[in-house]
């Protein structure tokens, strides 16, 4: 679907699955909203750890609008879905935030890997989650990060499984797009970075591969909600994982 189309269908909750592969070619962003008191911490946070937190916009307190990222964006209601944490744990999954949203609401977006994953179909990449409509496969890891007040931890990355013979030519792609999280963080043995089975994702969906294909890891967006866990704050809203906000931003003017 085209960019407003989509919005359109997600904001009337006409579409409330995984946003990969939806308006190809176009920027996507995950979503974090905090209290107005946390913003400058979390603001330094995405600073200090680019990679799994490449900032794309932030809304002024209180206004759910990113203009900057698309004229009509409402980011109460333009996500397929939402959670809500209260001291550190998920309270509630939801299709708006109309009743959450706060005169100090403070919205982040940030930059998601959907955003280059286009770029690889394109160039013939197969994508077994993208051809199938469900979630990427997501992690955690025991890579760490730069801690910023509350907001600290490790990071939580996105795999794919890709042929060896495309292994170059994938990084390359992603490369070309740091606000989509860039190149890969690791490739190959996930025991590396902590992850004890690629069959059982902490987030998302296992889509499988080839045979030899070799699982490659980007830094992920989701990273932002594994440091909310851990700050346990009274209130924050994120995405619910592969949900994105997709923006009228084409992901191409995002690639350096």
Sequence with gaps: MKTPVIREAIRKGCFTGPTSGQAPGHMQANLVVLPERHAEDFERFCTLNPRPCPLLGVSEPGDPRLPALGADIDIRTDLPGYRIWRDGDIDAEVADIQDQWQGNSVAFALGCSFGFEAALMESGIHLPHAAAGTNVAMYDTTL???SAGRFGGTMVVSMRLI?????????????????????????GSPQDIGIDDLTRPDYGDYAGGADDAVPMFWACGVTPQAAIRRAKLDLAITHQPGKMLICDIPADRAAS
Excluded at 163 to 187: L, M
């Design 144 to 146: 760490p990060l730069e």
């Design 163 to 187: 042929p060896p013979a495309e292994i170059q030519r994938v990084t390359e792609i992603s490369e070309r797009f740091p606000d989509c999280h860039g190149g890969p963080v690791h490739v």
